[in-house]
C-alpha cells in the first residue's frame, strides 16, 4: 500500500493528538481528585480500562484510525490483552482464554522484564 | 499531690534550666544550596556520602553530628549519661546504629518530625530531675530513604502535589547540660496526640497544624504566657500550608501569631527549589533549629523563643488502610541566657 | 476552647472535623491544571508519535503489522528503562505527569524503577521481588479482566 506524503503526516498528526489526549484523561483523574488517584491506580485503571473497551468492541475502532496513538497508551496493552484472550477462546476454545492474553503481549512484559533487570545490574539510582 | 515542677495540664517549668551547652548540624546538597546553607556545620557533596546506600549514608550523617555536638560541648563521649535519637525508617535504624557506634546508653525515640523536641523535652526533665549530667538528642532524615519507604521509588516518574513537603537531608544534634553560659531550656508542654481527619498523605502540613495549634494554644494558658512574650514562635516542619493553618487556629482561640510566628521548613529552602510546599522530616527542625536559630539565640539576637516540634505519625500501613493522620507537637520554651547561671 | 483528642466528644467531633476540612480546603493550592494538561498532552503524544515512527520503521523492514507493533513497543519499552536507569525518566515526568505515565514507557518505567532502587538489598529479596510491586497489580487485574473477556466471548460462541 502506498501512502501519500500527507497521509503519512496525517497519521502522525492523529497518533499525536490521540495519544496525547488519552494521556489528558490520566492527569485529570490525577489533577482532579487532589492525587487521591495515583500512579499505580492509573496504570492499572487504564490497562483494564482498556480491556472493557476492547472487550465492548469500541477500541478497534480507535486503533484503527489513531494507530500508535491507541496502541501505544496502556489502553492499548488492556487491547492486546482483551483481543488475545478472546482470539484465544474462539479459536482454541477455554483453554485458550487462558493463554491468548499472556501470549499476545508476552513480548512486552518479557521485554520490560528483561530491560528492567539489565538496567538493575547497571546503574545505580540517581536519587534527588 | 500536684507535682513540684507541674504547672496546668501539660506543661513542666524546670527548677534548674537545663542549658543547651552543644550543637551541631549536617545536611545534604540540597538544603546546602538554600538560604541557611552557610549557617550548617557540614554540608554534604552527595546524598550518598561515601556510603553504599542512602541510609548507611543518614546513619553517617547522625553519627557525625553528634560526635561534633560533643566536641562542640568541650565534652568526650565518655561524659554523656544518655543520649536520646530518632529519625524516620521502620524500626528507628538511624538512631539505633549510630548508638551501637557511639556506645552512649540509648533510648530510642519516635516522634516523626517531632523528634528532636521530644527528644530536648525528655532530656532536659532528666536533667532538671537530677538524672543526668549531660544528655545527647538527634535526629535525622534523607530525602532518598524517607521517599523510598514511604512513597515511590526515586526513579518512578511521578509529579508532586503542590501541598507535598520535600523531606530534609539531614541531621542535626544537641548536648544538654546542666550548667553553663548557653540557651536555657525553662518550659516544656508536651503534646497530645490530635487528629482532626485529614488522610491525605500529600498534605502533612494540613494533619499536623491542629496538634501544633492545640500545644501552641496549651503552652499559653499553662504558663500564662502570650505571643507577645516571646521574640520568635516557630514550628517544626508544617510548612506553607500547615503555617498558615496553625495560625488561624492559633487566632480562633484568641492568640495573635501573626508577627513573630514561622516554620522550619519554609526557613530551610527556596521557593526557587521546587519544594513545593516546604521542608519536613525529623532532619528539617533538627537542622534548623540547631544550625540557624540557636546561633541566633546565642547571638542575642532572639531573648525568648518557643519552638515547636511537630510530627505526623502514620504509616503506611495506616494509610492504606484508610487511616486519618494523627499529629503531635512538642513545646520547648527557650530563653536566651541561663538565670540560674 | 481548645481542640479535642480523637474521642473526646464525638458529635462535637464530627462538626470541628468538617469546619476543620473546610478551613483546608479554603487554603489548600489546586494543581496548576492547565500547565499540567499541556504538559501530559504534548510529551504523551511526543511518545505515541515516536511510537508510530517506530512501527512505521519496522513496517519497513518487512515485518507485518503485528510484529512491527511488538517491535515498536519493544524498542519505547527499551528507551524507558534507559532513561530510568539513566536517572532522566523521572525528571522528564515532573512536567508530563501522566504523560509519562499512561503510555507503555510509564509502564516500563514502573518496573525499572523499583528493581533499580531495591538492588541494594540483593538480588532475590530486592531487584527480583520489588520489581513487582507497581507492575504486579497491572498485571493481575489486566489478566483476570482479559480472561473475562475471553470467557465470555467463549460462551457467546
Known amino acids: 500500500m502506498l501512502t501519500t506524503r500527507e497521509d503519512k503526516i496525517m497519521e502522525y498528526f492523529k497518533a499525536f493528538v490521540i495519544g496525547g489526549g488519552i494521556c489528558v484523561i490520566g492527569q485529570l483523574l490525577m489533577d482532579l481528585t487532589s492525587y487521591k488517584i495515583t500512579p499505580a491506580h492509573i496504570l492499572v485503571g487504564f490497562v483494564t480500562g482498556g480491556v472493557f473497551l476492547s472487550a465492548a468492541g469500541i477500541y478497534q475502532p480507535l486503533v484503527d484510525f489513531a494507530g500508535a496513538g491507541a496502541t501505544v497508551p496502556l489502553t492499548g496493552f488492556g487491547h492486546l490483552l482483551a483481543q488475545g484472550?478472546?482470539?484465544?477462546?474462539?479459536?482454541?476454545?477455554?483453554?485458550?482464554?487462558?493463554?491468548?492474553?499472556?501470549e499476545a503481549s508476552a513480548a512486552g512484559i518479557s521485554a520490560a522484564v528483561i530491560f528492567g533487570y539489565l538496567m538493575a545490574v547497571v546503574f545505580t539510582p540517581k536519587g534527588d | 499531690m500536684k507535682a513540684a515542677k507541674k504547672i496546668g495540664q501539660q506543661t513542666i517549668a524546670f527548677a534548674n534550666p537545663p542549658v543547651i551547652s552543644g550543637a551541631s548540624s549536617i545536611v545534604g546538597p540540597k538544603e546546602g544550596k538554600g538560604p541557611l546553607g552557610k549557617q550548617f556545620d557540614t554540608v554534604l557533596p552527595d546524598t550518598l556520602y561515601g556510603e553504599q546506600t542512602w541510609e548507611k549514608a543518614e546513619r553517617k550523617m547522625l553519627r557525625e553530628t553528634c560526635q561534633t555536638a560533643i566536641k562542640k560541648a568541650g565534652l568526650t563521649i565518655h561524659d554523656i549519661d544518655f543520649m536520646m535519637a530518632g529519625d524516620l525508617l521502620n524500626q528507628i535504624i538511624s538512631a539505633n546504629f549510630t548508638a551501637r557506634d557511639l556506645g552512649i546508653p540509648f533510648?530510642?525515640?519516635?516522634?516523626?518530625?517531632?523528634?528532636?523536641?521530644?527528644?530536648?523535652s525528655i532530656g532536659s526533665m532528666l536533667i532538671d530531675g537530677g538524672f543526668a549530667n549531660y544528655v545527647l538528642t538527634a535526629a535525622s532524615s534523607h530525602y532518598d530513604t524517607a521517599e523510598r519507604q514511604y512513597r515511590f521509588p526515586t526513579e518512578m516518574?511521578?509529579?508532586?502535589?503542590?501541598?507535598?513537603?520535600?523531606?530534609?537531608?539531614?541531621?542535626?544534634a544537641v548536648v544538654i547540660g546542666t550548667q553553663g553560659s548557653g540557651p536555657a531550656v525553662t518550659h516544656v508542654t508536651v503534646g497530645k496526640v490530635i487528629d482532626l481527619g485529614i488522610s491525605d498523605v500529600n498534605d502533612m502540613g494540613s494533619a499536623m497544624a491542629p496538634a501544633a495549634a492545640d500545644t501552641?494554644?496549651?503552652?499559653?494558658?499553662?504558663?500564662?504566657?502570650?505571643?507577645?512574650?516571646?521574640?520568635?514562635?516557630?514550628?517544626?516542619?508544617?510548612?506553607?500550608?500547615?503555617?498558615?493553618?496553625?495560625?488561624?487556629?492559633?487566632?480562633?482561640?484568641?492568640?495573635?501569631?501573626?508577627k513573630n510566628y514561622t516554620d522550619c521548613g519554609i526557613l530551610i529552602y527556596d521557593p526557587s527549589q521546587d519544594t513545593h510546599a516546604g521542608g519536613s522530616g525529623c532532619g528539617c527542625s533538627a537542622v534548623v533549629f540547631t544550625g540557624f536559630l540557636l546561633k541566633e539565640i546565642m547571638a542575642g539576637r532572639f531573648r525568648r523563643v518557643l519552638g515547636v516540634g511537630t510530627g505526623a505519625l502514620l504509616s503506611t500501613t495506616s494509610s492504606f488502610q484508610g487511616e486519618t493522620i494523627p499529629g503531635i507537637g512538642h513545646a520547648v520554651a527557650i530563653d536566651a541566657y541561663n538565670p540560674g547561671g | 476552647m481548645l481542640l479535642k483528642g480523637k474521642k473526646a466528644i464525638p458529635?462535637?467531633?464530627?462538626?470541628?472535623?468538617?469546619?476543620?476540612?473546610?478551613?483546608?480546603?479554603?487554603?489548600?493550592?489546586?494543581p496548576p491544571l492547565l500547565r499540567n494538561i499541556l504538559g501530559a498532552f504534548v510529551i504523551g503524544g511526543a511518545i505515541c508519535t515516536l511510537g508510530q515512527a517506530l512501527i512505521n520503521f519496522y513496517l519497513s523492514f518487512g515485518l507485518d503489522k503485528t510484529g512491527a507493533g511488538a517491535a515498536a513497543s519493544a524498542t519505547l519499552i527499551f528507551l524507558a528503562a534507559l532513561l530510568t536507569g539513566l536517572g532522566i525518566y523521572d525528571s522528564i515526568a515532573k512536567y508530563a505527569g501522566a504523560g509519562t505515565i499512561v503510555?507503555?514507557?510509564?509502564?516500563?518505567?514502573?518496573?525499572?524503577?523499583?528493581?533499580?532502587?531495591?538492588?541494594?538489598?540483593?538480588?532475590?529479596?530486592?531487584?527480583?521481588?520489588?520489581?513487582?510491586?507497581?507492575?504486579?497489580?497491572?498485571?493481575?487485574?489486566?489478566?483476570?479482566?482479559?480472561?473475562?473477556?475471553?470467557?465470555?466471548?467463549y460462551i457467546l460462541k
Open chain 1, 85 to 102: 484472550a478472546i482470539k484465544g477462546a474462539q479459536e482454541k476454545g477455554l483453554l485458550g482464554a487462558f493463554g491468548g492474553g499472556l
Open chain 2, 107 to 120: 533510648l530510642g525515640l519516635y516522634g516523626a518530625c517531632s523528634t528532636m523536641f521530644e527528644g530536648i
Open chain 2, 157 to 172: 516518574g511521578v509529579q508532586r502535589a503542590p501541598t507535598a513537603q520535600w523531606t530534609v537531608t539531614g541531621a542535626g
Open chain 2, 216 to 258: 501552641i494554644i496549651r503552652h499559653f494558658r499553662d504558663t500564662g504566657r502570650s505571643p507577645a512574650d516571646y521574640d520568635l514562635i516557630f514550628t517544626g516542619d508544617l510548612a506553607g500550608i500547615g503555617r498558615a493553618l496553625t495560625e488561624q487556629l492559633a487566632k480562633k482561640a484568641g492568640y495573635d501569631l501573626s
Open chain 3, 11 to 30: 458529635s462535637d467531633r464530627k462538626q470541628q472535623e468538617s469546619e476543620y476540612r473546610e478551613m483546608v480546603n479554603r487554603i489548600k493550592p489546586k
Open chain 3, 103 to 153: 503510555p507503555i514507557t510509564g509502564f516500563a518505567n514502573s518496573i525499572v524503577a523499583p528493581a533499580l532502587e531495591y538492588r541494594r538489598e540483593g538480588m532475590v529479596f530486592g531487584v527480583g521481588q520489588k520489581m513487582f510491586t507497581l507492575a504486579g497489580p497491572v498485571l493481575i487485574f489486566g489478566f483476570v479482566t482479559a480472561w473475562i473477556a475471553g470467557l465470555i466471548a
